[in-house]
């Protein structure tokens, strides 16, 4: 059966603009569920042309496969409220799951799918959301259902194999993004220390010698409005080096410091209107001072 209608949820910066895709260079009808979702969300739903459905059963109904896109945290609980639709709707749904999770969550969430009745694919977005104009980011997948996903590949979308059993492609996600955001994490924190210890001039300039480090300045600037994913993530990529015995303690203290990013004030900048992080300076310059004004705190 061709691919007519899918559903995404949920409609935050990836999710909005992959749905945007399907639709627009896709061709397909893209359903969403804006339950218990930020104006925010409301809004760039709307901008995508997302049509909401705010009924689960109904959208399982509607849909001929649903993609899940939301921060790590919430991965299991939307794929539990989902499963219990699919259950009440009766429907063989293929759920792919887009988010950046252990293999063991996703092993997990396959657990939930197929038990209320669903089929499951596991999956990791390598990049950014996608831009008008642009190539998609690349997508894997991992999972018996390999056929029908790959079909997305004729929907605007880049998508390839990552092996036959969940957990593969979520994997591959944390492997990447253990260093693609850890080194963000690191750059920043060694830069943060540096300025409170008056050489960040210094240090900037010996990190340009280099062939690394203006990738790493490049990305920053998003680490306040993307602290509290990237905090969750961490915390997945450590539950991933624990599960192959490897060292999991490095990336549980890069989640600590992603949660201090997100409680600085460039944690509450809206991504649409950044002003105190736009620059990679600005960032460094704010951790600095959080830093110093609770180091004063806790010296009292």
């Not at 639709?23 to 979702?37: A, I």
């Not at 993004?177 to 750059?187: F, H, R, T």
């Not at 203006?214 to 969750?232: L, Q, S, T, V």
Request: aromatic letters at 4%.
């Amino acid at each position: 059966m061709p691919l007519k209608t899918v559903a995404v949820i949920a409609p935050g910066d990836m999710g909005h603009a992959v749905g945007m895709r399907l639709r627009t260079e896709g061709n397909l009808k893209v359903l969403t569920s804006l339950t218990g979702r930020s104006e925010r969300s409301h809004n760039l739903a709307k901008q995508a042309g997302l049509i909401n459905i705010d009924n689960d059963e109904a959208l399982v109904q509607e849909a001929d496969m649903l993609i899940s896109i939301v921060p790590p945290g919430r991965a299991k609980l939307l794929a539990d409220r989902m499963a219990k639709a699919i259950k009440t709707a009766g429907k063989n749904l293929l759920y792919v799951d887009m988010n950046a999770i252990a293999p063991q969550t996703a092993r997990d969430i396959e657990k939930l799918v197929t038990a209320a009745g669903g089929r499951f694919m596991d999956g990791g977005i390598m990049g950014g959301a996608p831009v008008e104009g642009m190539p998609a980011p690349r997508m894997f997948i991992s999972g018996k259902d390999m056929d029908e996903v790959m079909a997305l590949n004729d929907h605007g979308l880049n998508v390839a194999p990552a092996g036959n059993e969940a957990g593969q492609a979520s994997g591959l996600k944390m492997c990447f993004a253990s260093v693609a955001k850890g080194m963000v994490a690191l750059g920043l924190e060694a830069m943060t220390a540096a300025r409170i210890l008056g050489v960040d001039e210094l240090l900037r300039q010996q990190f340009e010698k280099g062939p690394f480090f203006k990738a790493i300045e490049r990305r920053m600037p998003d680490a306040g409005p993307n602290a509290y994913r990237w905090a969750e993530e961490m915390d997945e990529i450590a539950a991933t080096m624990a599960s192959t015995n490897v060292e999991p303690g490095t990336f549980k203290g890069i989640g600590d410091f992603f949660r201090f990013v997100e409680q600085s004030p460039l944690g509450k900048e809206p991504p649409e209107n950044i002003v105190l992080g736009a620059t990679s300076e600005n960032v460094v310059k704010v951790l600095a001072e959080e830093a110093t004004a609770a180091s004063k705190k806790t010296a009292k």
